[in-house]
């Protein structure tokens, strides 16, 4: 059974640049969250997701940020005109319906730097 | 302001001793959940306590939720060096984890 999976691991991007981050919830999952890890910082939360409906989008920055978890296929945490400061680890989660969304399983994450 | 406090921050133990982490808050959390991540890797869930004063145990470590489900501790007995890694105690709020800044632990053979 098939973890969490998050691709890119890597991603480099020039200031100015989009970055797509992809994820697949585990088998079973419906529900996806989005967290940010910066440099000596603690995980933070992004958004919450089911399947075409945004649940909680407050940890999202305003503006340049945006997610979406479509009928089909995987999660996307898209990153408009990157800028320095959006270098960090972005780790996807996913969990099972209610009552059990607490359950909350993480992927490998995604390592976006941006010169 | 940090809603989930860990302590210690940095934990150096030589191999065979016992420990304790803790995770306190303010605030009420309808469950509780501990994850070890190791570097470059996502957090792993080790366990989630949903009842206040619940004990629970995985092999050398055990899990207790305070029985306000305010707070929660992790003792690890005999450690060992591959417990070595950052624990992290995360506090559930409506499908959204709330994560303490975490505790870095290094066990020395």
């Known amino acids: 059974n098939a973890g969490v999976m998050q691709n890119p691991r890597h991603l480099v991007r020039r200031r100015g640049q989009e970055a797509r981050l992809r994820c697949s919830p585990m088998k079973g999952h419906s529900h996806v969250y989005w967290y940010r890890q910066l440099p000596e910082e603690g995980l933070k939360f992004m958004v919450y997701l089911q399947k075409e409906n945004i649940i909680d989008e407050s940890g999202m920055p305003k503006e340049r940020f945006s997610a979406e978890f479509p009928k089909e296929g995987p999660s996307i945490l898209r990153i408009q005109q990157v800028v320095r400061g959006d270098s960090a680890a972005y780790f996807c989660a996913s969990s099972p319906p209610q009552p059990l969304a607490y359950e909350q399983y993480f992927g490998p994450g995604t390592r976006l730097t941006v010169t | 302001t940090q809603l989930l406090e860990q302590s210690p921050q940095f934990l150096s133990i030589q191999e065979g001793e016992n420990l304790t982490v803790y995770c306190n808050s303010s605030?009420?959390?309808?469950?509780l959940q501990w994850y070890r991540q190791e570097p470059g890797e996502g957090p792993v869930l080790l366990v989630t306590?949903?009842?206040?004063?619940e004990v629970k145990k995985l092999k050398r470590l055990t899990f207790q939720f305070g029985d306000a489900r305010k707070d929660s501790s992790l003792h690890i007995t005999a450690a060992q060096p591959g417990d070595t890694g950052l624990y992290l105690c995360a506090g559930d709020r409506g499908g959204k984890l709330i994560f303490g800044q975490g505790t870095e632990l290094s066990v020395k053979p």
């Open positions: 306590v949903v009842t206040g004063g």
């Open positions: 605030s009420v959390f309808s469950s």
